[in-house]
């Protein structure tokens, strides 16, 4: 590095944006995953007979601090760490852990609608919480095993991780809390064959699948309404009761059979519809109060991306700079994960010791700040100049030297060797010609003798293209210099 000058280092380094070590330098299949992926398992199975033998617990256990704590484990971990670790998936590959693995794909016309399909399965089972299986560990535990019997079915019909991709309820949530990078890079999860089940695989390559679908209709309007949905889920325990006491009490842990008068006409506060208009059945109460909430969270955040847009052409803002739509979908993202631990563990880590909250709640909101500025900046360009980076570490050539951790010092190096060795090159070239003229014009070797010293052009590096090239070069001179004699020569006829 003490060869590079001073001028041209900042002149590239100023070219060249902040980027981290490419995803493909992480390991793949670190100590821990297997352990955590078989632990995450046996709880999954677990929670059904928990629930069957301490239902008044199972709502408590399962919705305020296992589910509670799964987003922010993915986005701690990864997303392909987590697509490893997750219970579902294990009952989704479980036919071709059999050897009757599914045979079909999904059609290619609904490439793009799986958003839909996850999308409305997790609103369904939010409705269905609200309805049946907060308080009732019978319910929870039907839940969970149709759950696993779904998706077992799919792993026998579909090919690949079909499942994973477009029917999980959490499929999409996962790739919304760690699009296009999340807060560590990690090694892909892709299949060890692959069936090529989904175009543009986010097992393979998470960003690049972002960077293609970024104007997919149905990805904007799913990661748009989410954080709605998520906060509608949250707010319907206020309307329900007409207090946040019931919430935050968690009573609502222990309502068993809530679900035979979920569809009648509410009579007291513990079956009422809206605490202002109790004869609405929950059922509807809370079927409209999440799709309301959906439909103004899409519109809020489709005019903030309408907002962004005009500013930044107002500002004429640089091609470089993150567009509109990747702009809005990350705020989705942040006001999601923000609003849900907001409400999500609150009834439980309200009982614990004061130190407990707080210092969850300081750990939600670092993760939350940290992947926001990790991701707001991010460009679809950035993202272009890390896969060359990573084509330029696989193909390092300069023994002299290791290939740096840093992408960003990679390209520079790289850049800066390559433009040395080629004034190199050159400049060896130039002084082979001006040696091979003038030992021509000095008679002391012919022609002939000089085709003859190969020894002496290889250890000047000179390849046979670049001694033709010289000796071309030469004889065009030889010839120019001959016509030019020819011309000025005075003739008899001027004597």
Known sequence: MSTVTLPIASTVRASLPVLSL?????????????????????????????SLLWPWLAG????????????????????????????????????????????????????????????????????????????DGVALAVFLLSLCLVAMVSGAIYT??????????????????????????????????????????????????????????SRR??????????????????????????????????????WRSAIFPGVNAATAG????????????????????????????????IAVSRYQRRRDQPSEVASARHIALTLAAFAAFVTFYTFAGAPTLRKLPWVFPHLFLVIVVLTASLGLVRRLKRTQGDFAEEVLGQSILKRWQWADSEPPRDLREAVLIHQLRTQEKSRGALQIVNVYREAVREVLADGFVTREEIGLLEGLRNRLQINDADHESVMLALAEEESALLRNSLQHKPSRNQH
């Open 160 to 217: 690949g991780k079909t499942w994973c991709n477009y029917f999980c309820p959490l499929s999409f949530i996962e790739k919304i809390y760690t699009e296009p990078r999340g807060l560590r890079a990690t090694s892909n999860s892709q299949c060890t064959k692959c069936t090529a089940c989904k175009k543009s695989c986010p097992d393979i390559n998470e960003e690049n699948g972002y960077w293609k679908e970024i104007d997919a209709r």
């Open 221 to 258: 309007r799913i990661y748009f309404a989410f954080p709605g949905l998520v906060l509608g889920f949250y707010f319907y325990y206020f309307l329900q009761a007409g207090t946040w006491d019931y919430y935050f009490s968690g009573s609502w842990t222990n309502q068993p059979q809530l």
């Open 22 to 50: 490419p995803a493909t330098k992480t390991p793949r299949g670190e100590w821990w995953i297997a352990p955590a992926k078989w632990s995450a398992l046996g709880v999954f199975l677990a929670i059904p007979i928990f």
């Open 274 to 305: 809206f605490f202002f208009l109790p004869q609405m059945p929950r059922a509807l109460a809370s079927f409209l109060t999440l799709g309301s909430f959906t439909l103004l969270s899409c519109a809020v955040f489709s005019l903030l991306e």
């Open 60 to 135: 408590r256990v399962v919705w305020t601090l296992i589910v509670a704590a799964i987003p922010l484990f993915i986005v701690l971990v990864g997303y392909h760490r987590w697509r490893e670790i997750c219970p579902l998936a294990f009952f989704a590959k479980l036919a071709g852990l059999l050897r009757i693995p599914g045979r079909y794909r999904v059609p290619q016309r609904s490439e793009l609608a799986y958003y839909y399909v996850a999308f409305v399965i997790f609103f369904l089972s939010l409705w269905v919480r609200l309805i049946a299986t907060n308080g």
